[in-house]
């Protein structure tokens, strides 16, 4: 017997609507590649995604068409956001800061047939236009007194574009299943892969970041999004925070410690979200300044593995809780949160702050597990460490235009590559990225928890753990550090460090100090690159 209830889709074009008629005071802020601060409201904001659309249509943009973006966190993207996917066409945002070929490379694959780009990506798209055959035009996402002078061809003003439509537009219903949003991941090894978002994946996932265990957005936030719009939607957050109507605020091309506190403190920013490295550069900037950000009350912190030292000085010095979470691409992105449960009030201090650094609990909608070698399941007892996988309504099922997915194997289930456990209460903990586990004499090292020890020494500002090869334990940690300027520290002082913290067979063998380490488009450290620099410093040296 079937319920007799609404069939209505669920589509990203509701979440506009909603927002423009029971939001009307909700603000959105942006800093502009232009310079200025930019304010408007949700209806404004929604009724220039409609002349977008109209636009778009003008264009002959059809559903299904994917339709490229180069660009910061903006109510111009925000607009792209709503006003591409409410047509039904797919909105792709690019990672500007890949390599060239590999925007190329994704500009083509995607078959994108108009590409929008803000000013400072001009220059990018130069260099590589005569290789995009397919794309009909360029749409400079700036007004006329700003338009640059530039070799691309079929060149449009986004201004000029808008102000040509009506603001009025009937969006269109159809199937929630239909493909809304393309982001390909890094592809730290061979070609990035598509990941293709439903509507009803995009909407199911925002309601599960907003819930309270979650993100909590909700209209009394005031929502500053610093992971980029081009990195998995901002987390989803640019659909979660006009699900409910939270203020929100778009950094634009300025994502260093000075400008985020300054954003934070003028526009009353309540809640963040972003990767360690973004983090470390406020926390430094407001170390140096003696500035502080009172108005945060939470930043979520995932990407990549948060440092305790992070969790600690956020909470102990400038009172922000820190949620770290767990996400891919491939899961829309948001997996688990880190939120405490009841029962967290019996823990002592010490236990509820390393329950605390834990990447958190799986959201309804997240189904994980973890299994051995030969795919059977482990327990949740905190201790077994095995594969994790994971199935729900916003995991991918597949890769846009590829038919083989080794991630894919166990039919219903996506391996995501990283190894860890899972307490009795459902806490994920990540040992580490199945590739960068560290095997020595056949006993694994987390390289995470090296690094995690490593950036709680005061004098180190990043560090990385990687595998060297050696002659008798197959593999051994070494550590590759950025101190602070000026640093007195060395190798032997930072290796006594690590004794009462790890078993001494864990302990790294070496540390090489650099100026600088090498990260990946999307801001990790791209252990890649120094692996092939460093694996071979353990061996003996032959002949
Ligand atoms: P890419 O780096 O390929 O662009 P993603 O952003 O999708 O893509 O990266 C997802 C990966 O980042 C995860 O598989 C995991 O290894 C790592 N990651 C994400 N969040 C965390 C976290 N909180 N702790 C440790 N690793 C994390």
């Avoid at 199937?175 to 949003?181: G, L």
Wanted: glycine share 10%; hydrophobic share 40%.
């Amino acid at each position: 017997m079937r319920g007799l209830m609404m069939d209505q889709p669920l589509l990203i074009s509701s979440i506009l609507k909603f927002a423009a008629r029971n939001h009307v005071e909700g603000e959105i802020v942006s800093r502009t590649v232009e310079g200025p601060i930019h304010r408007y409201r949700y209806p404004e904001w929604a009724a220039r995604s409609a002349r977008l659309a109209n636009a778009l249509l003008g264009l002959g943009v059809n559903q299904g068409d994917r339709i490229g973006t180069l660009a910061w966190n903006g109510y111009r993207h925000l607009e792209l956001y709503y006003g591409v996917s409410g047509l039904g066409a797919v909105c792709h945002t690019i990672n500007p800061r890949l390599f060239p070929n590999q925007i190329s490379y994704i500009i083509n694959h995607a078959d994108d047939r108009w590409l929008f780009t803000d000013l400072s990506f001009v220059p990018v798209l130069e260099a590589i236009a005569d290789q995009l055959t397919g794309v009909k035009g360029f749409v400079m996402m700036t007004d006329s007194a700003h338009m640059p002078a530039t070799s691309l061809p079929n060149v449009i003003c986004y201004e000029d574009l808008l102000a040509a439509e009506s603001d009025q537009i009937e969006w269109p219903v159809f199937d929630e299943n239909t493909a809304s949003s393309l982001c390909y991941t890094s592809g730290t090894t061979g070609h990035p892969k598509g990941v293709l978002y439903s509507h009803r994946s995009t909407v199911l996932h925002s309601y599960g970041i907003c819930l309270p265990d979650s993100m909590g957005l909700s209209s009394s936030e005031c929502m500053l999004p610093v992971v980029p719009m081009f990195h998995v939607n901002a987390w989803g957050t640019a659909y979660g925070a006009p699900m409910v109507g939270s203020k929100l605020v778009l950094p634009g091309p300025r994502m260093d410690g000075e400008s985020l506190q300054a954003l934070i403190e003028d526009e009353s920013v309540t809640v963040a979200a972003g990767v360690p490295t973004i983090w470390a550069a406020l926390l430094n900037h407001l170390e140096s300044s003696g500035k502080r950000v009172d108005s945060l009350k939470r930043t979520i912190i995932g990407g990549s593995s948060c440092p305790e030292s992070m969790i600690r000085t956020f909470q102990d010095r400038y009172g922000v809780r820190v949620l770290h979470a767990w996400g891919m691409t491939e899961t829309s992105p948001i997996g688990v949160v880190n939120t405490p449960k009841l029962f967290a009030d019996t823990l002592s201090e010490e236990q509820r702050f390393a329950l605390g650094c834990k990447q958190g609990r799986g959201l309804f909608g997240i189904e994980m597990k973890i299994t051995d070698d030969d795919d059977r399941a482990l327990p949740w007892d905190g201790i077994a460490m095995g594969k994790l996988k994971v199935r729900g309504p916003w995991v991918c099922s597949g890769y846009y235009q590829l038919d083989q997915s080794s991630a894919h194997q166990e039919p219903g289930w996506f391996e995501t590559g990283d190894v860890g456990s899972i307490d009795p209460h459902g806490y994920l903990q990540i040992t580490d990225r199945t590739k960068d586990l560290i095997k020595s004499g056949g006993e694994w090292i987390s390289s995470i928890e090296l690094e995690n020890i490593a950036v709680g020494h005061p004098d180190v500002v990043e560090a990385a753990a990687i595998a060297a090869r050696d002659d008798r334990w197959g593999e051994r940690p070494i550590l590759i550090v950025v101190k602070t300027e000026g640093s007195p520290l060395t190798e032997a002082a930072l290796l006594a460090y690590y004794e009462d913290k790890v078993a001494k067979w864990q302990i790294p063998n070496a540390v090489v100090f650099c100026e600088e380490l090498p990260h990946t488009a999307t801001g990790k450290l791209s252990k890649l690159t120094l692996r092939e620099k460093y694996e071979g410093i353990l061996e003996t040296p032959k002949g």
